[in-house]
């Protein structure tokens, strides 16, 4: 099987926690991407969805799933979204497609948070995949050299400008063992808008695509 049969499996196999006449947090990225596909397929059956990026919101309203501002919605049943990496204590990285704000604000009215991978997401340790931080652009050069101290090597995400306005700087080379204390290390750099660690706030049940089938835990 491919990594995109692997993804669309475990997006698919999501559809098991979507409750009848509910609106679905929506996350955003090539795995959302075929969620949303399922969610079409039951689209009579809920209300609508709260959407966590313009990409994915221009998807679910291509499949004439209503897309509700979170502004008017007070709690989400479930939050289904993907992730650049996970660890064995369901913490994450996120942001790969510069969507992590958005995503972490829409995951944080959520009852449950719904990761869809992979295999190949799956790590001992974080931090192979560069940590996403959204940066409000004047404070871009003094976050960088803050995020050095910090023991990473940021680099500018050349290019990209997130749905908020804001610029990302990708950490490498850091070895993330203590996830909940340097997500909000992190947020605490003025100028940080957020970065991409879902520690603080990580998933409640993972589906992995593998060969063998869609897993659960
Ligand atoms: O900003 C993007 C999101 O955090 C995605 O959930 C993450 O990058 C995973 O994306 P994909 O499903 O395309 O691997």
């Given at each position: 099987m491919?990594q995109d049969?692997l993804?669309k499996?475990?997006a698919?196999?999501a559809?098991?926690f979507v409750?009848e006449?509910t609106i679905?947090?929506v996350g955003?990225g090539?795995?959302?991407?075929h969620?949303i596909d399922?969610?079409g397929?039951?689209?009579?059956?809920?209300?609508?969805?709260v959407s966590s990026?313009?990409?994915?919101?221009?998807r679910?309203?291509?499949l004439g799933?209503e897309?509700f501002e979170?502004?008017?919605?007070?709690?989400?049943?479930?939050?289904v979204?993907?992730?650049?990496e996970?660890?064995?204590h369901?913490e994450?990285?996120?942001?790969?497609?510069a969507?992590?704000t958005?995503?972490?604000i829409?995951?944080?009215?959520a009852?449950?948070?719904v990761?869809i991978v992979?295999d190949?997401?799956?790590?001992?340790t974080l931090?192979?995949?560069?940590l996403?931080v959204?940066v409000?652009?004047?404070?871009r050069?003094?976050v960088?050299r803050?995020l050095?101290?910090l023991g990473?090597?940021?680099?500018y995400?050349?290019?990209v400008?997130?749905?908020?306005?804001?610029?990302?700087?990708?950490?490498?080379n850091?070895?993330?063992?203590?996830?909940k204390?340097l997500e909000t290390?992190?947020?605490?750099?003025?100028?940080?808008?957020?970065?991409?660690l879902f520690?603080?706030?990580?998933?409640d049940k993972?589906?992995?695509?593998?060969k063998?089938?869609?897993?659960?835990?």
């Amino acid at each position: 099987m491919t990594q995109d049969e692997l993804k669309k499996a475990a997006a698919w196999a999501a559809l098991e926690f979507v409750k009848e006449n509910t609106i679905v947090g929506v996350g955003t990225g090539s795995t959302v991407n075929h969620f949303i596909d399922a969610l079409g397929s039951i689209k009579d059956t809920i209300k609508g969805a709260v959407s966590s990026s313009e990409a994915s919101t221009a998807r679910l309203k291509a499949l004439g799933i209503e897309v509700f501002e979170l502004n008017d919605v007070d709690v989400l049943d479930v939050y289904v979204d993907g992730a650049d990496e996970i660890n064995a204590h369901n913490e994450m990285i996120k942001g790969g497609g510069a969507a992590l704000t958005r995503e972490k604000i829409v995951a944080a009215v959520a009852k449950q948070f719904v990761c869809i991978v992979d295999d190949t997401k799956l790590v001992a340790t974080l931090g192979g995949f560069p940590l996403p931080v959204e940066v409000i652009p004047m404070a871009r050069s003094y976050v960088a050299r803050e995020l050095l101290k910090l023991g990473g090597d940021p680099v500018y995400r050349q290019g990209v400008v997130t749905d908020n306005g804001n610029v990302i700087l990708d950490v490498h080379n850091l070895k993330i063992t203590q996830a909940k204390q340097l997500e909000t290390q992190i947020n605490q750099i003025v100028g940080v808008v957020t970065n991409g660690l879902f520690a603080e706030r990580g998933a409640d049940k993972v589906i992995i695509g593998t060969k063998n089938g869609p897993q659960i835990k």
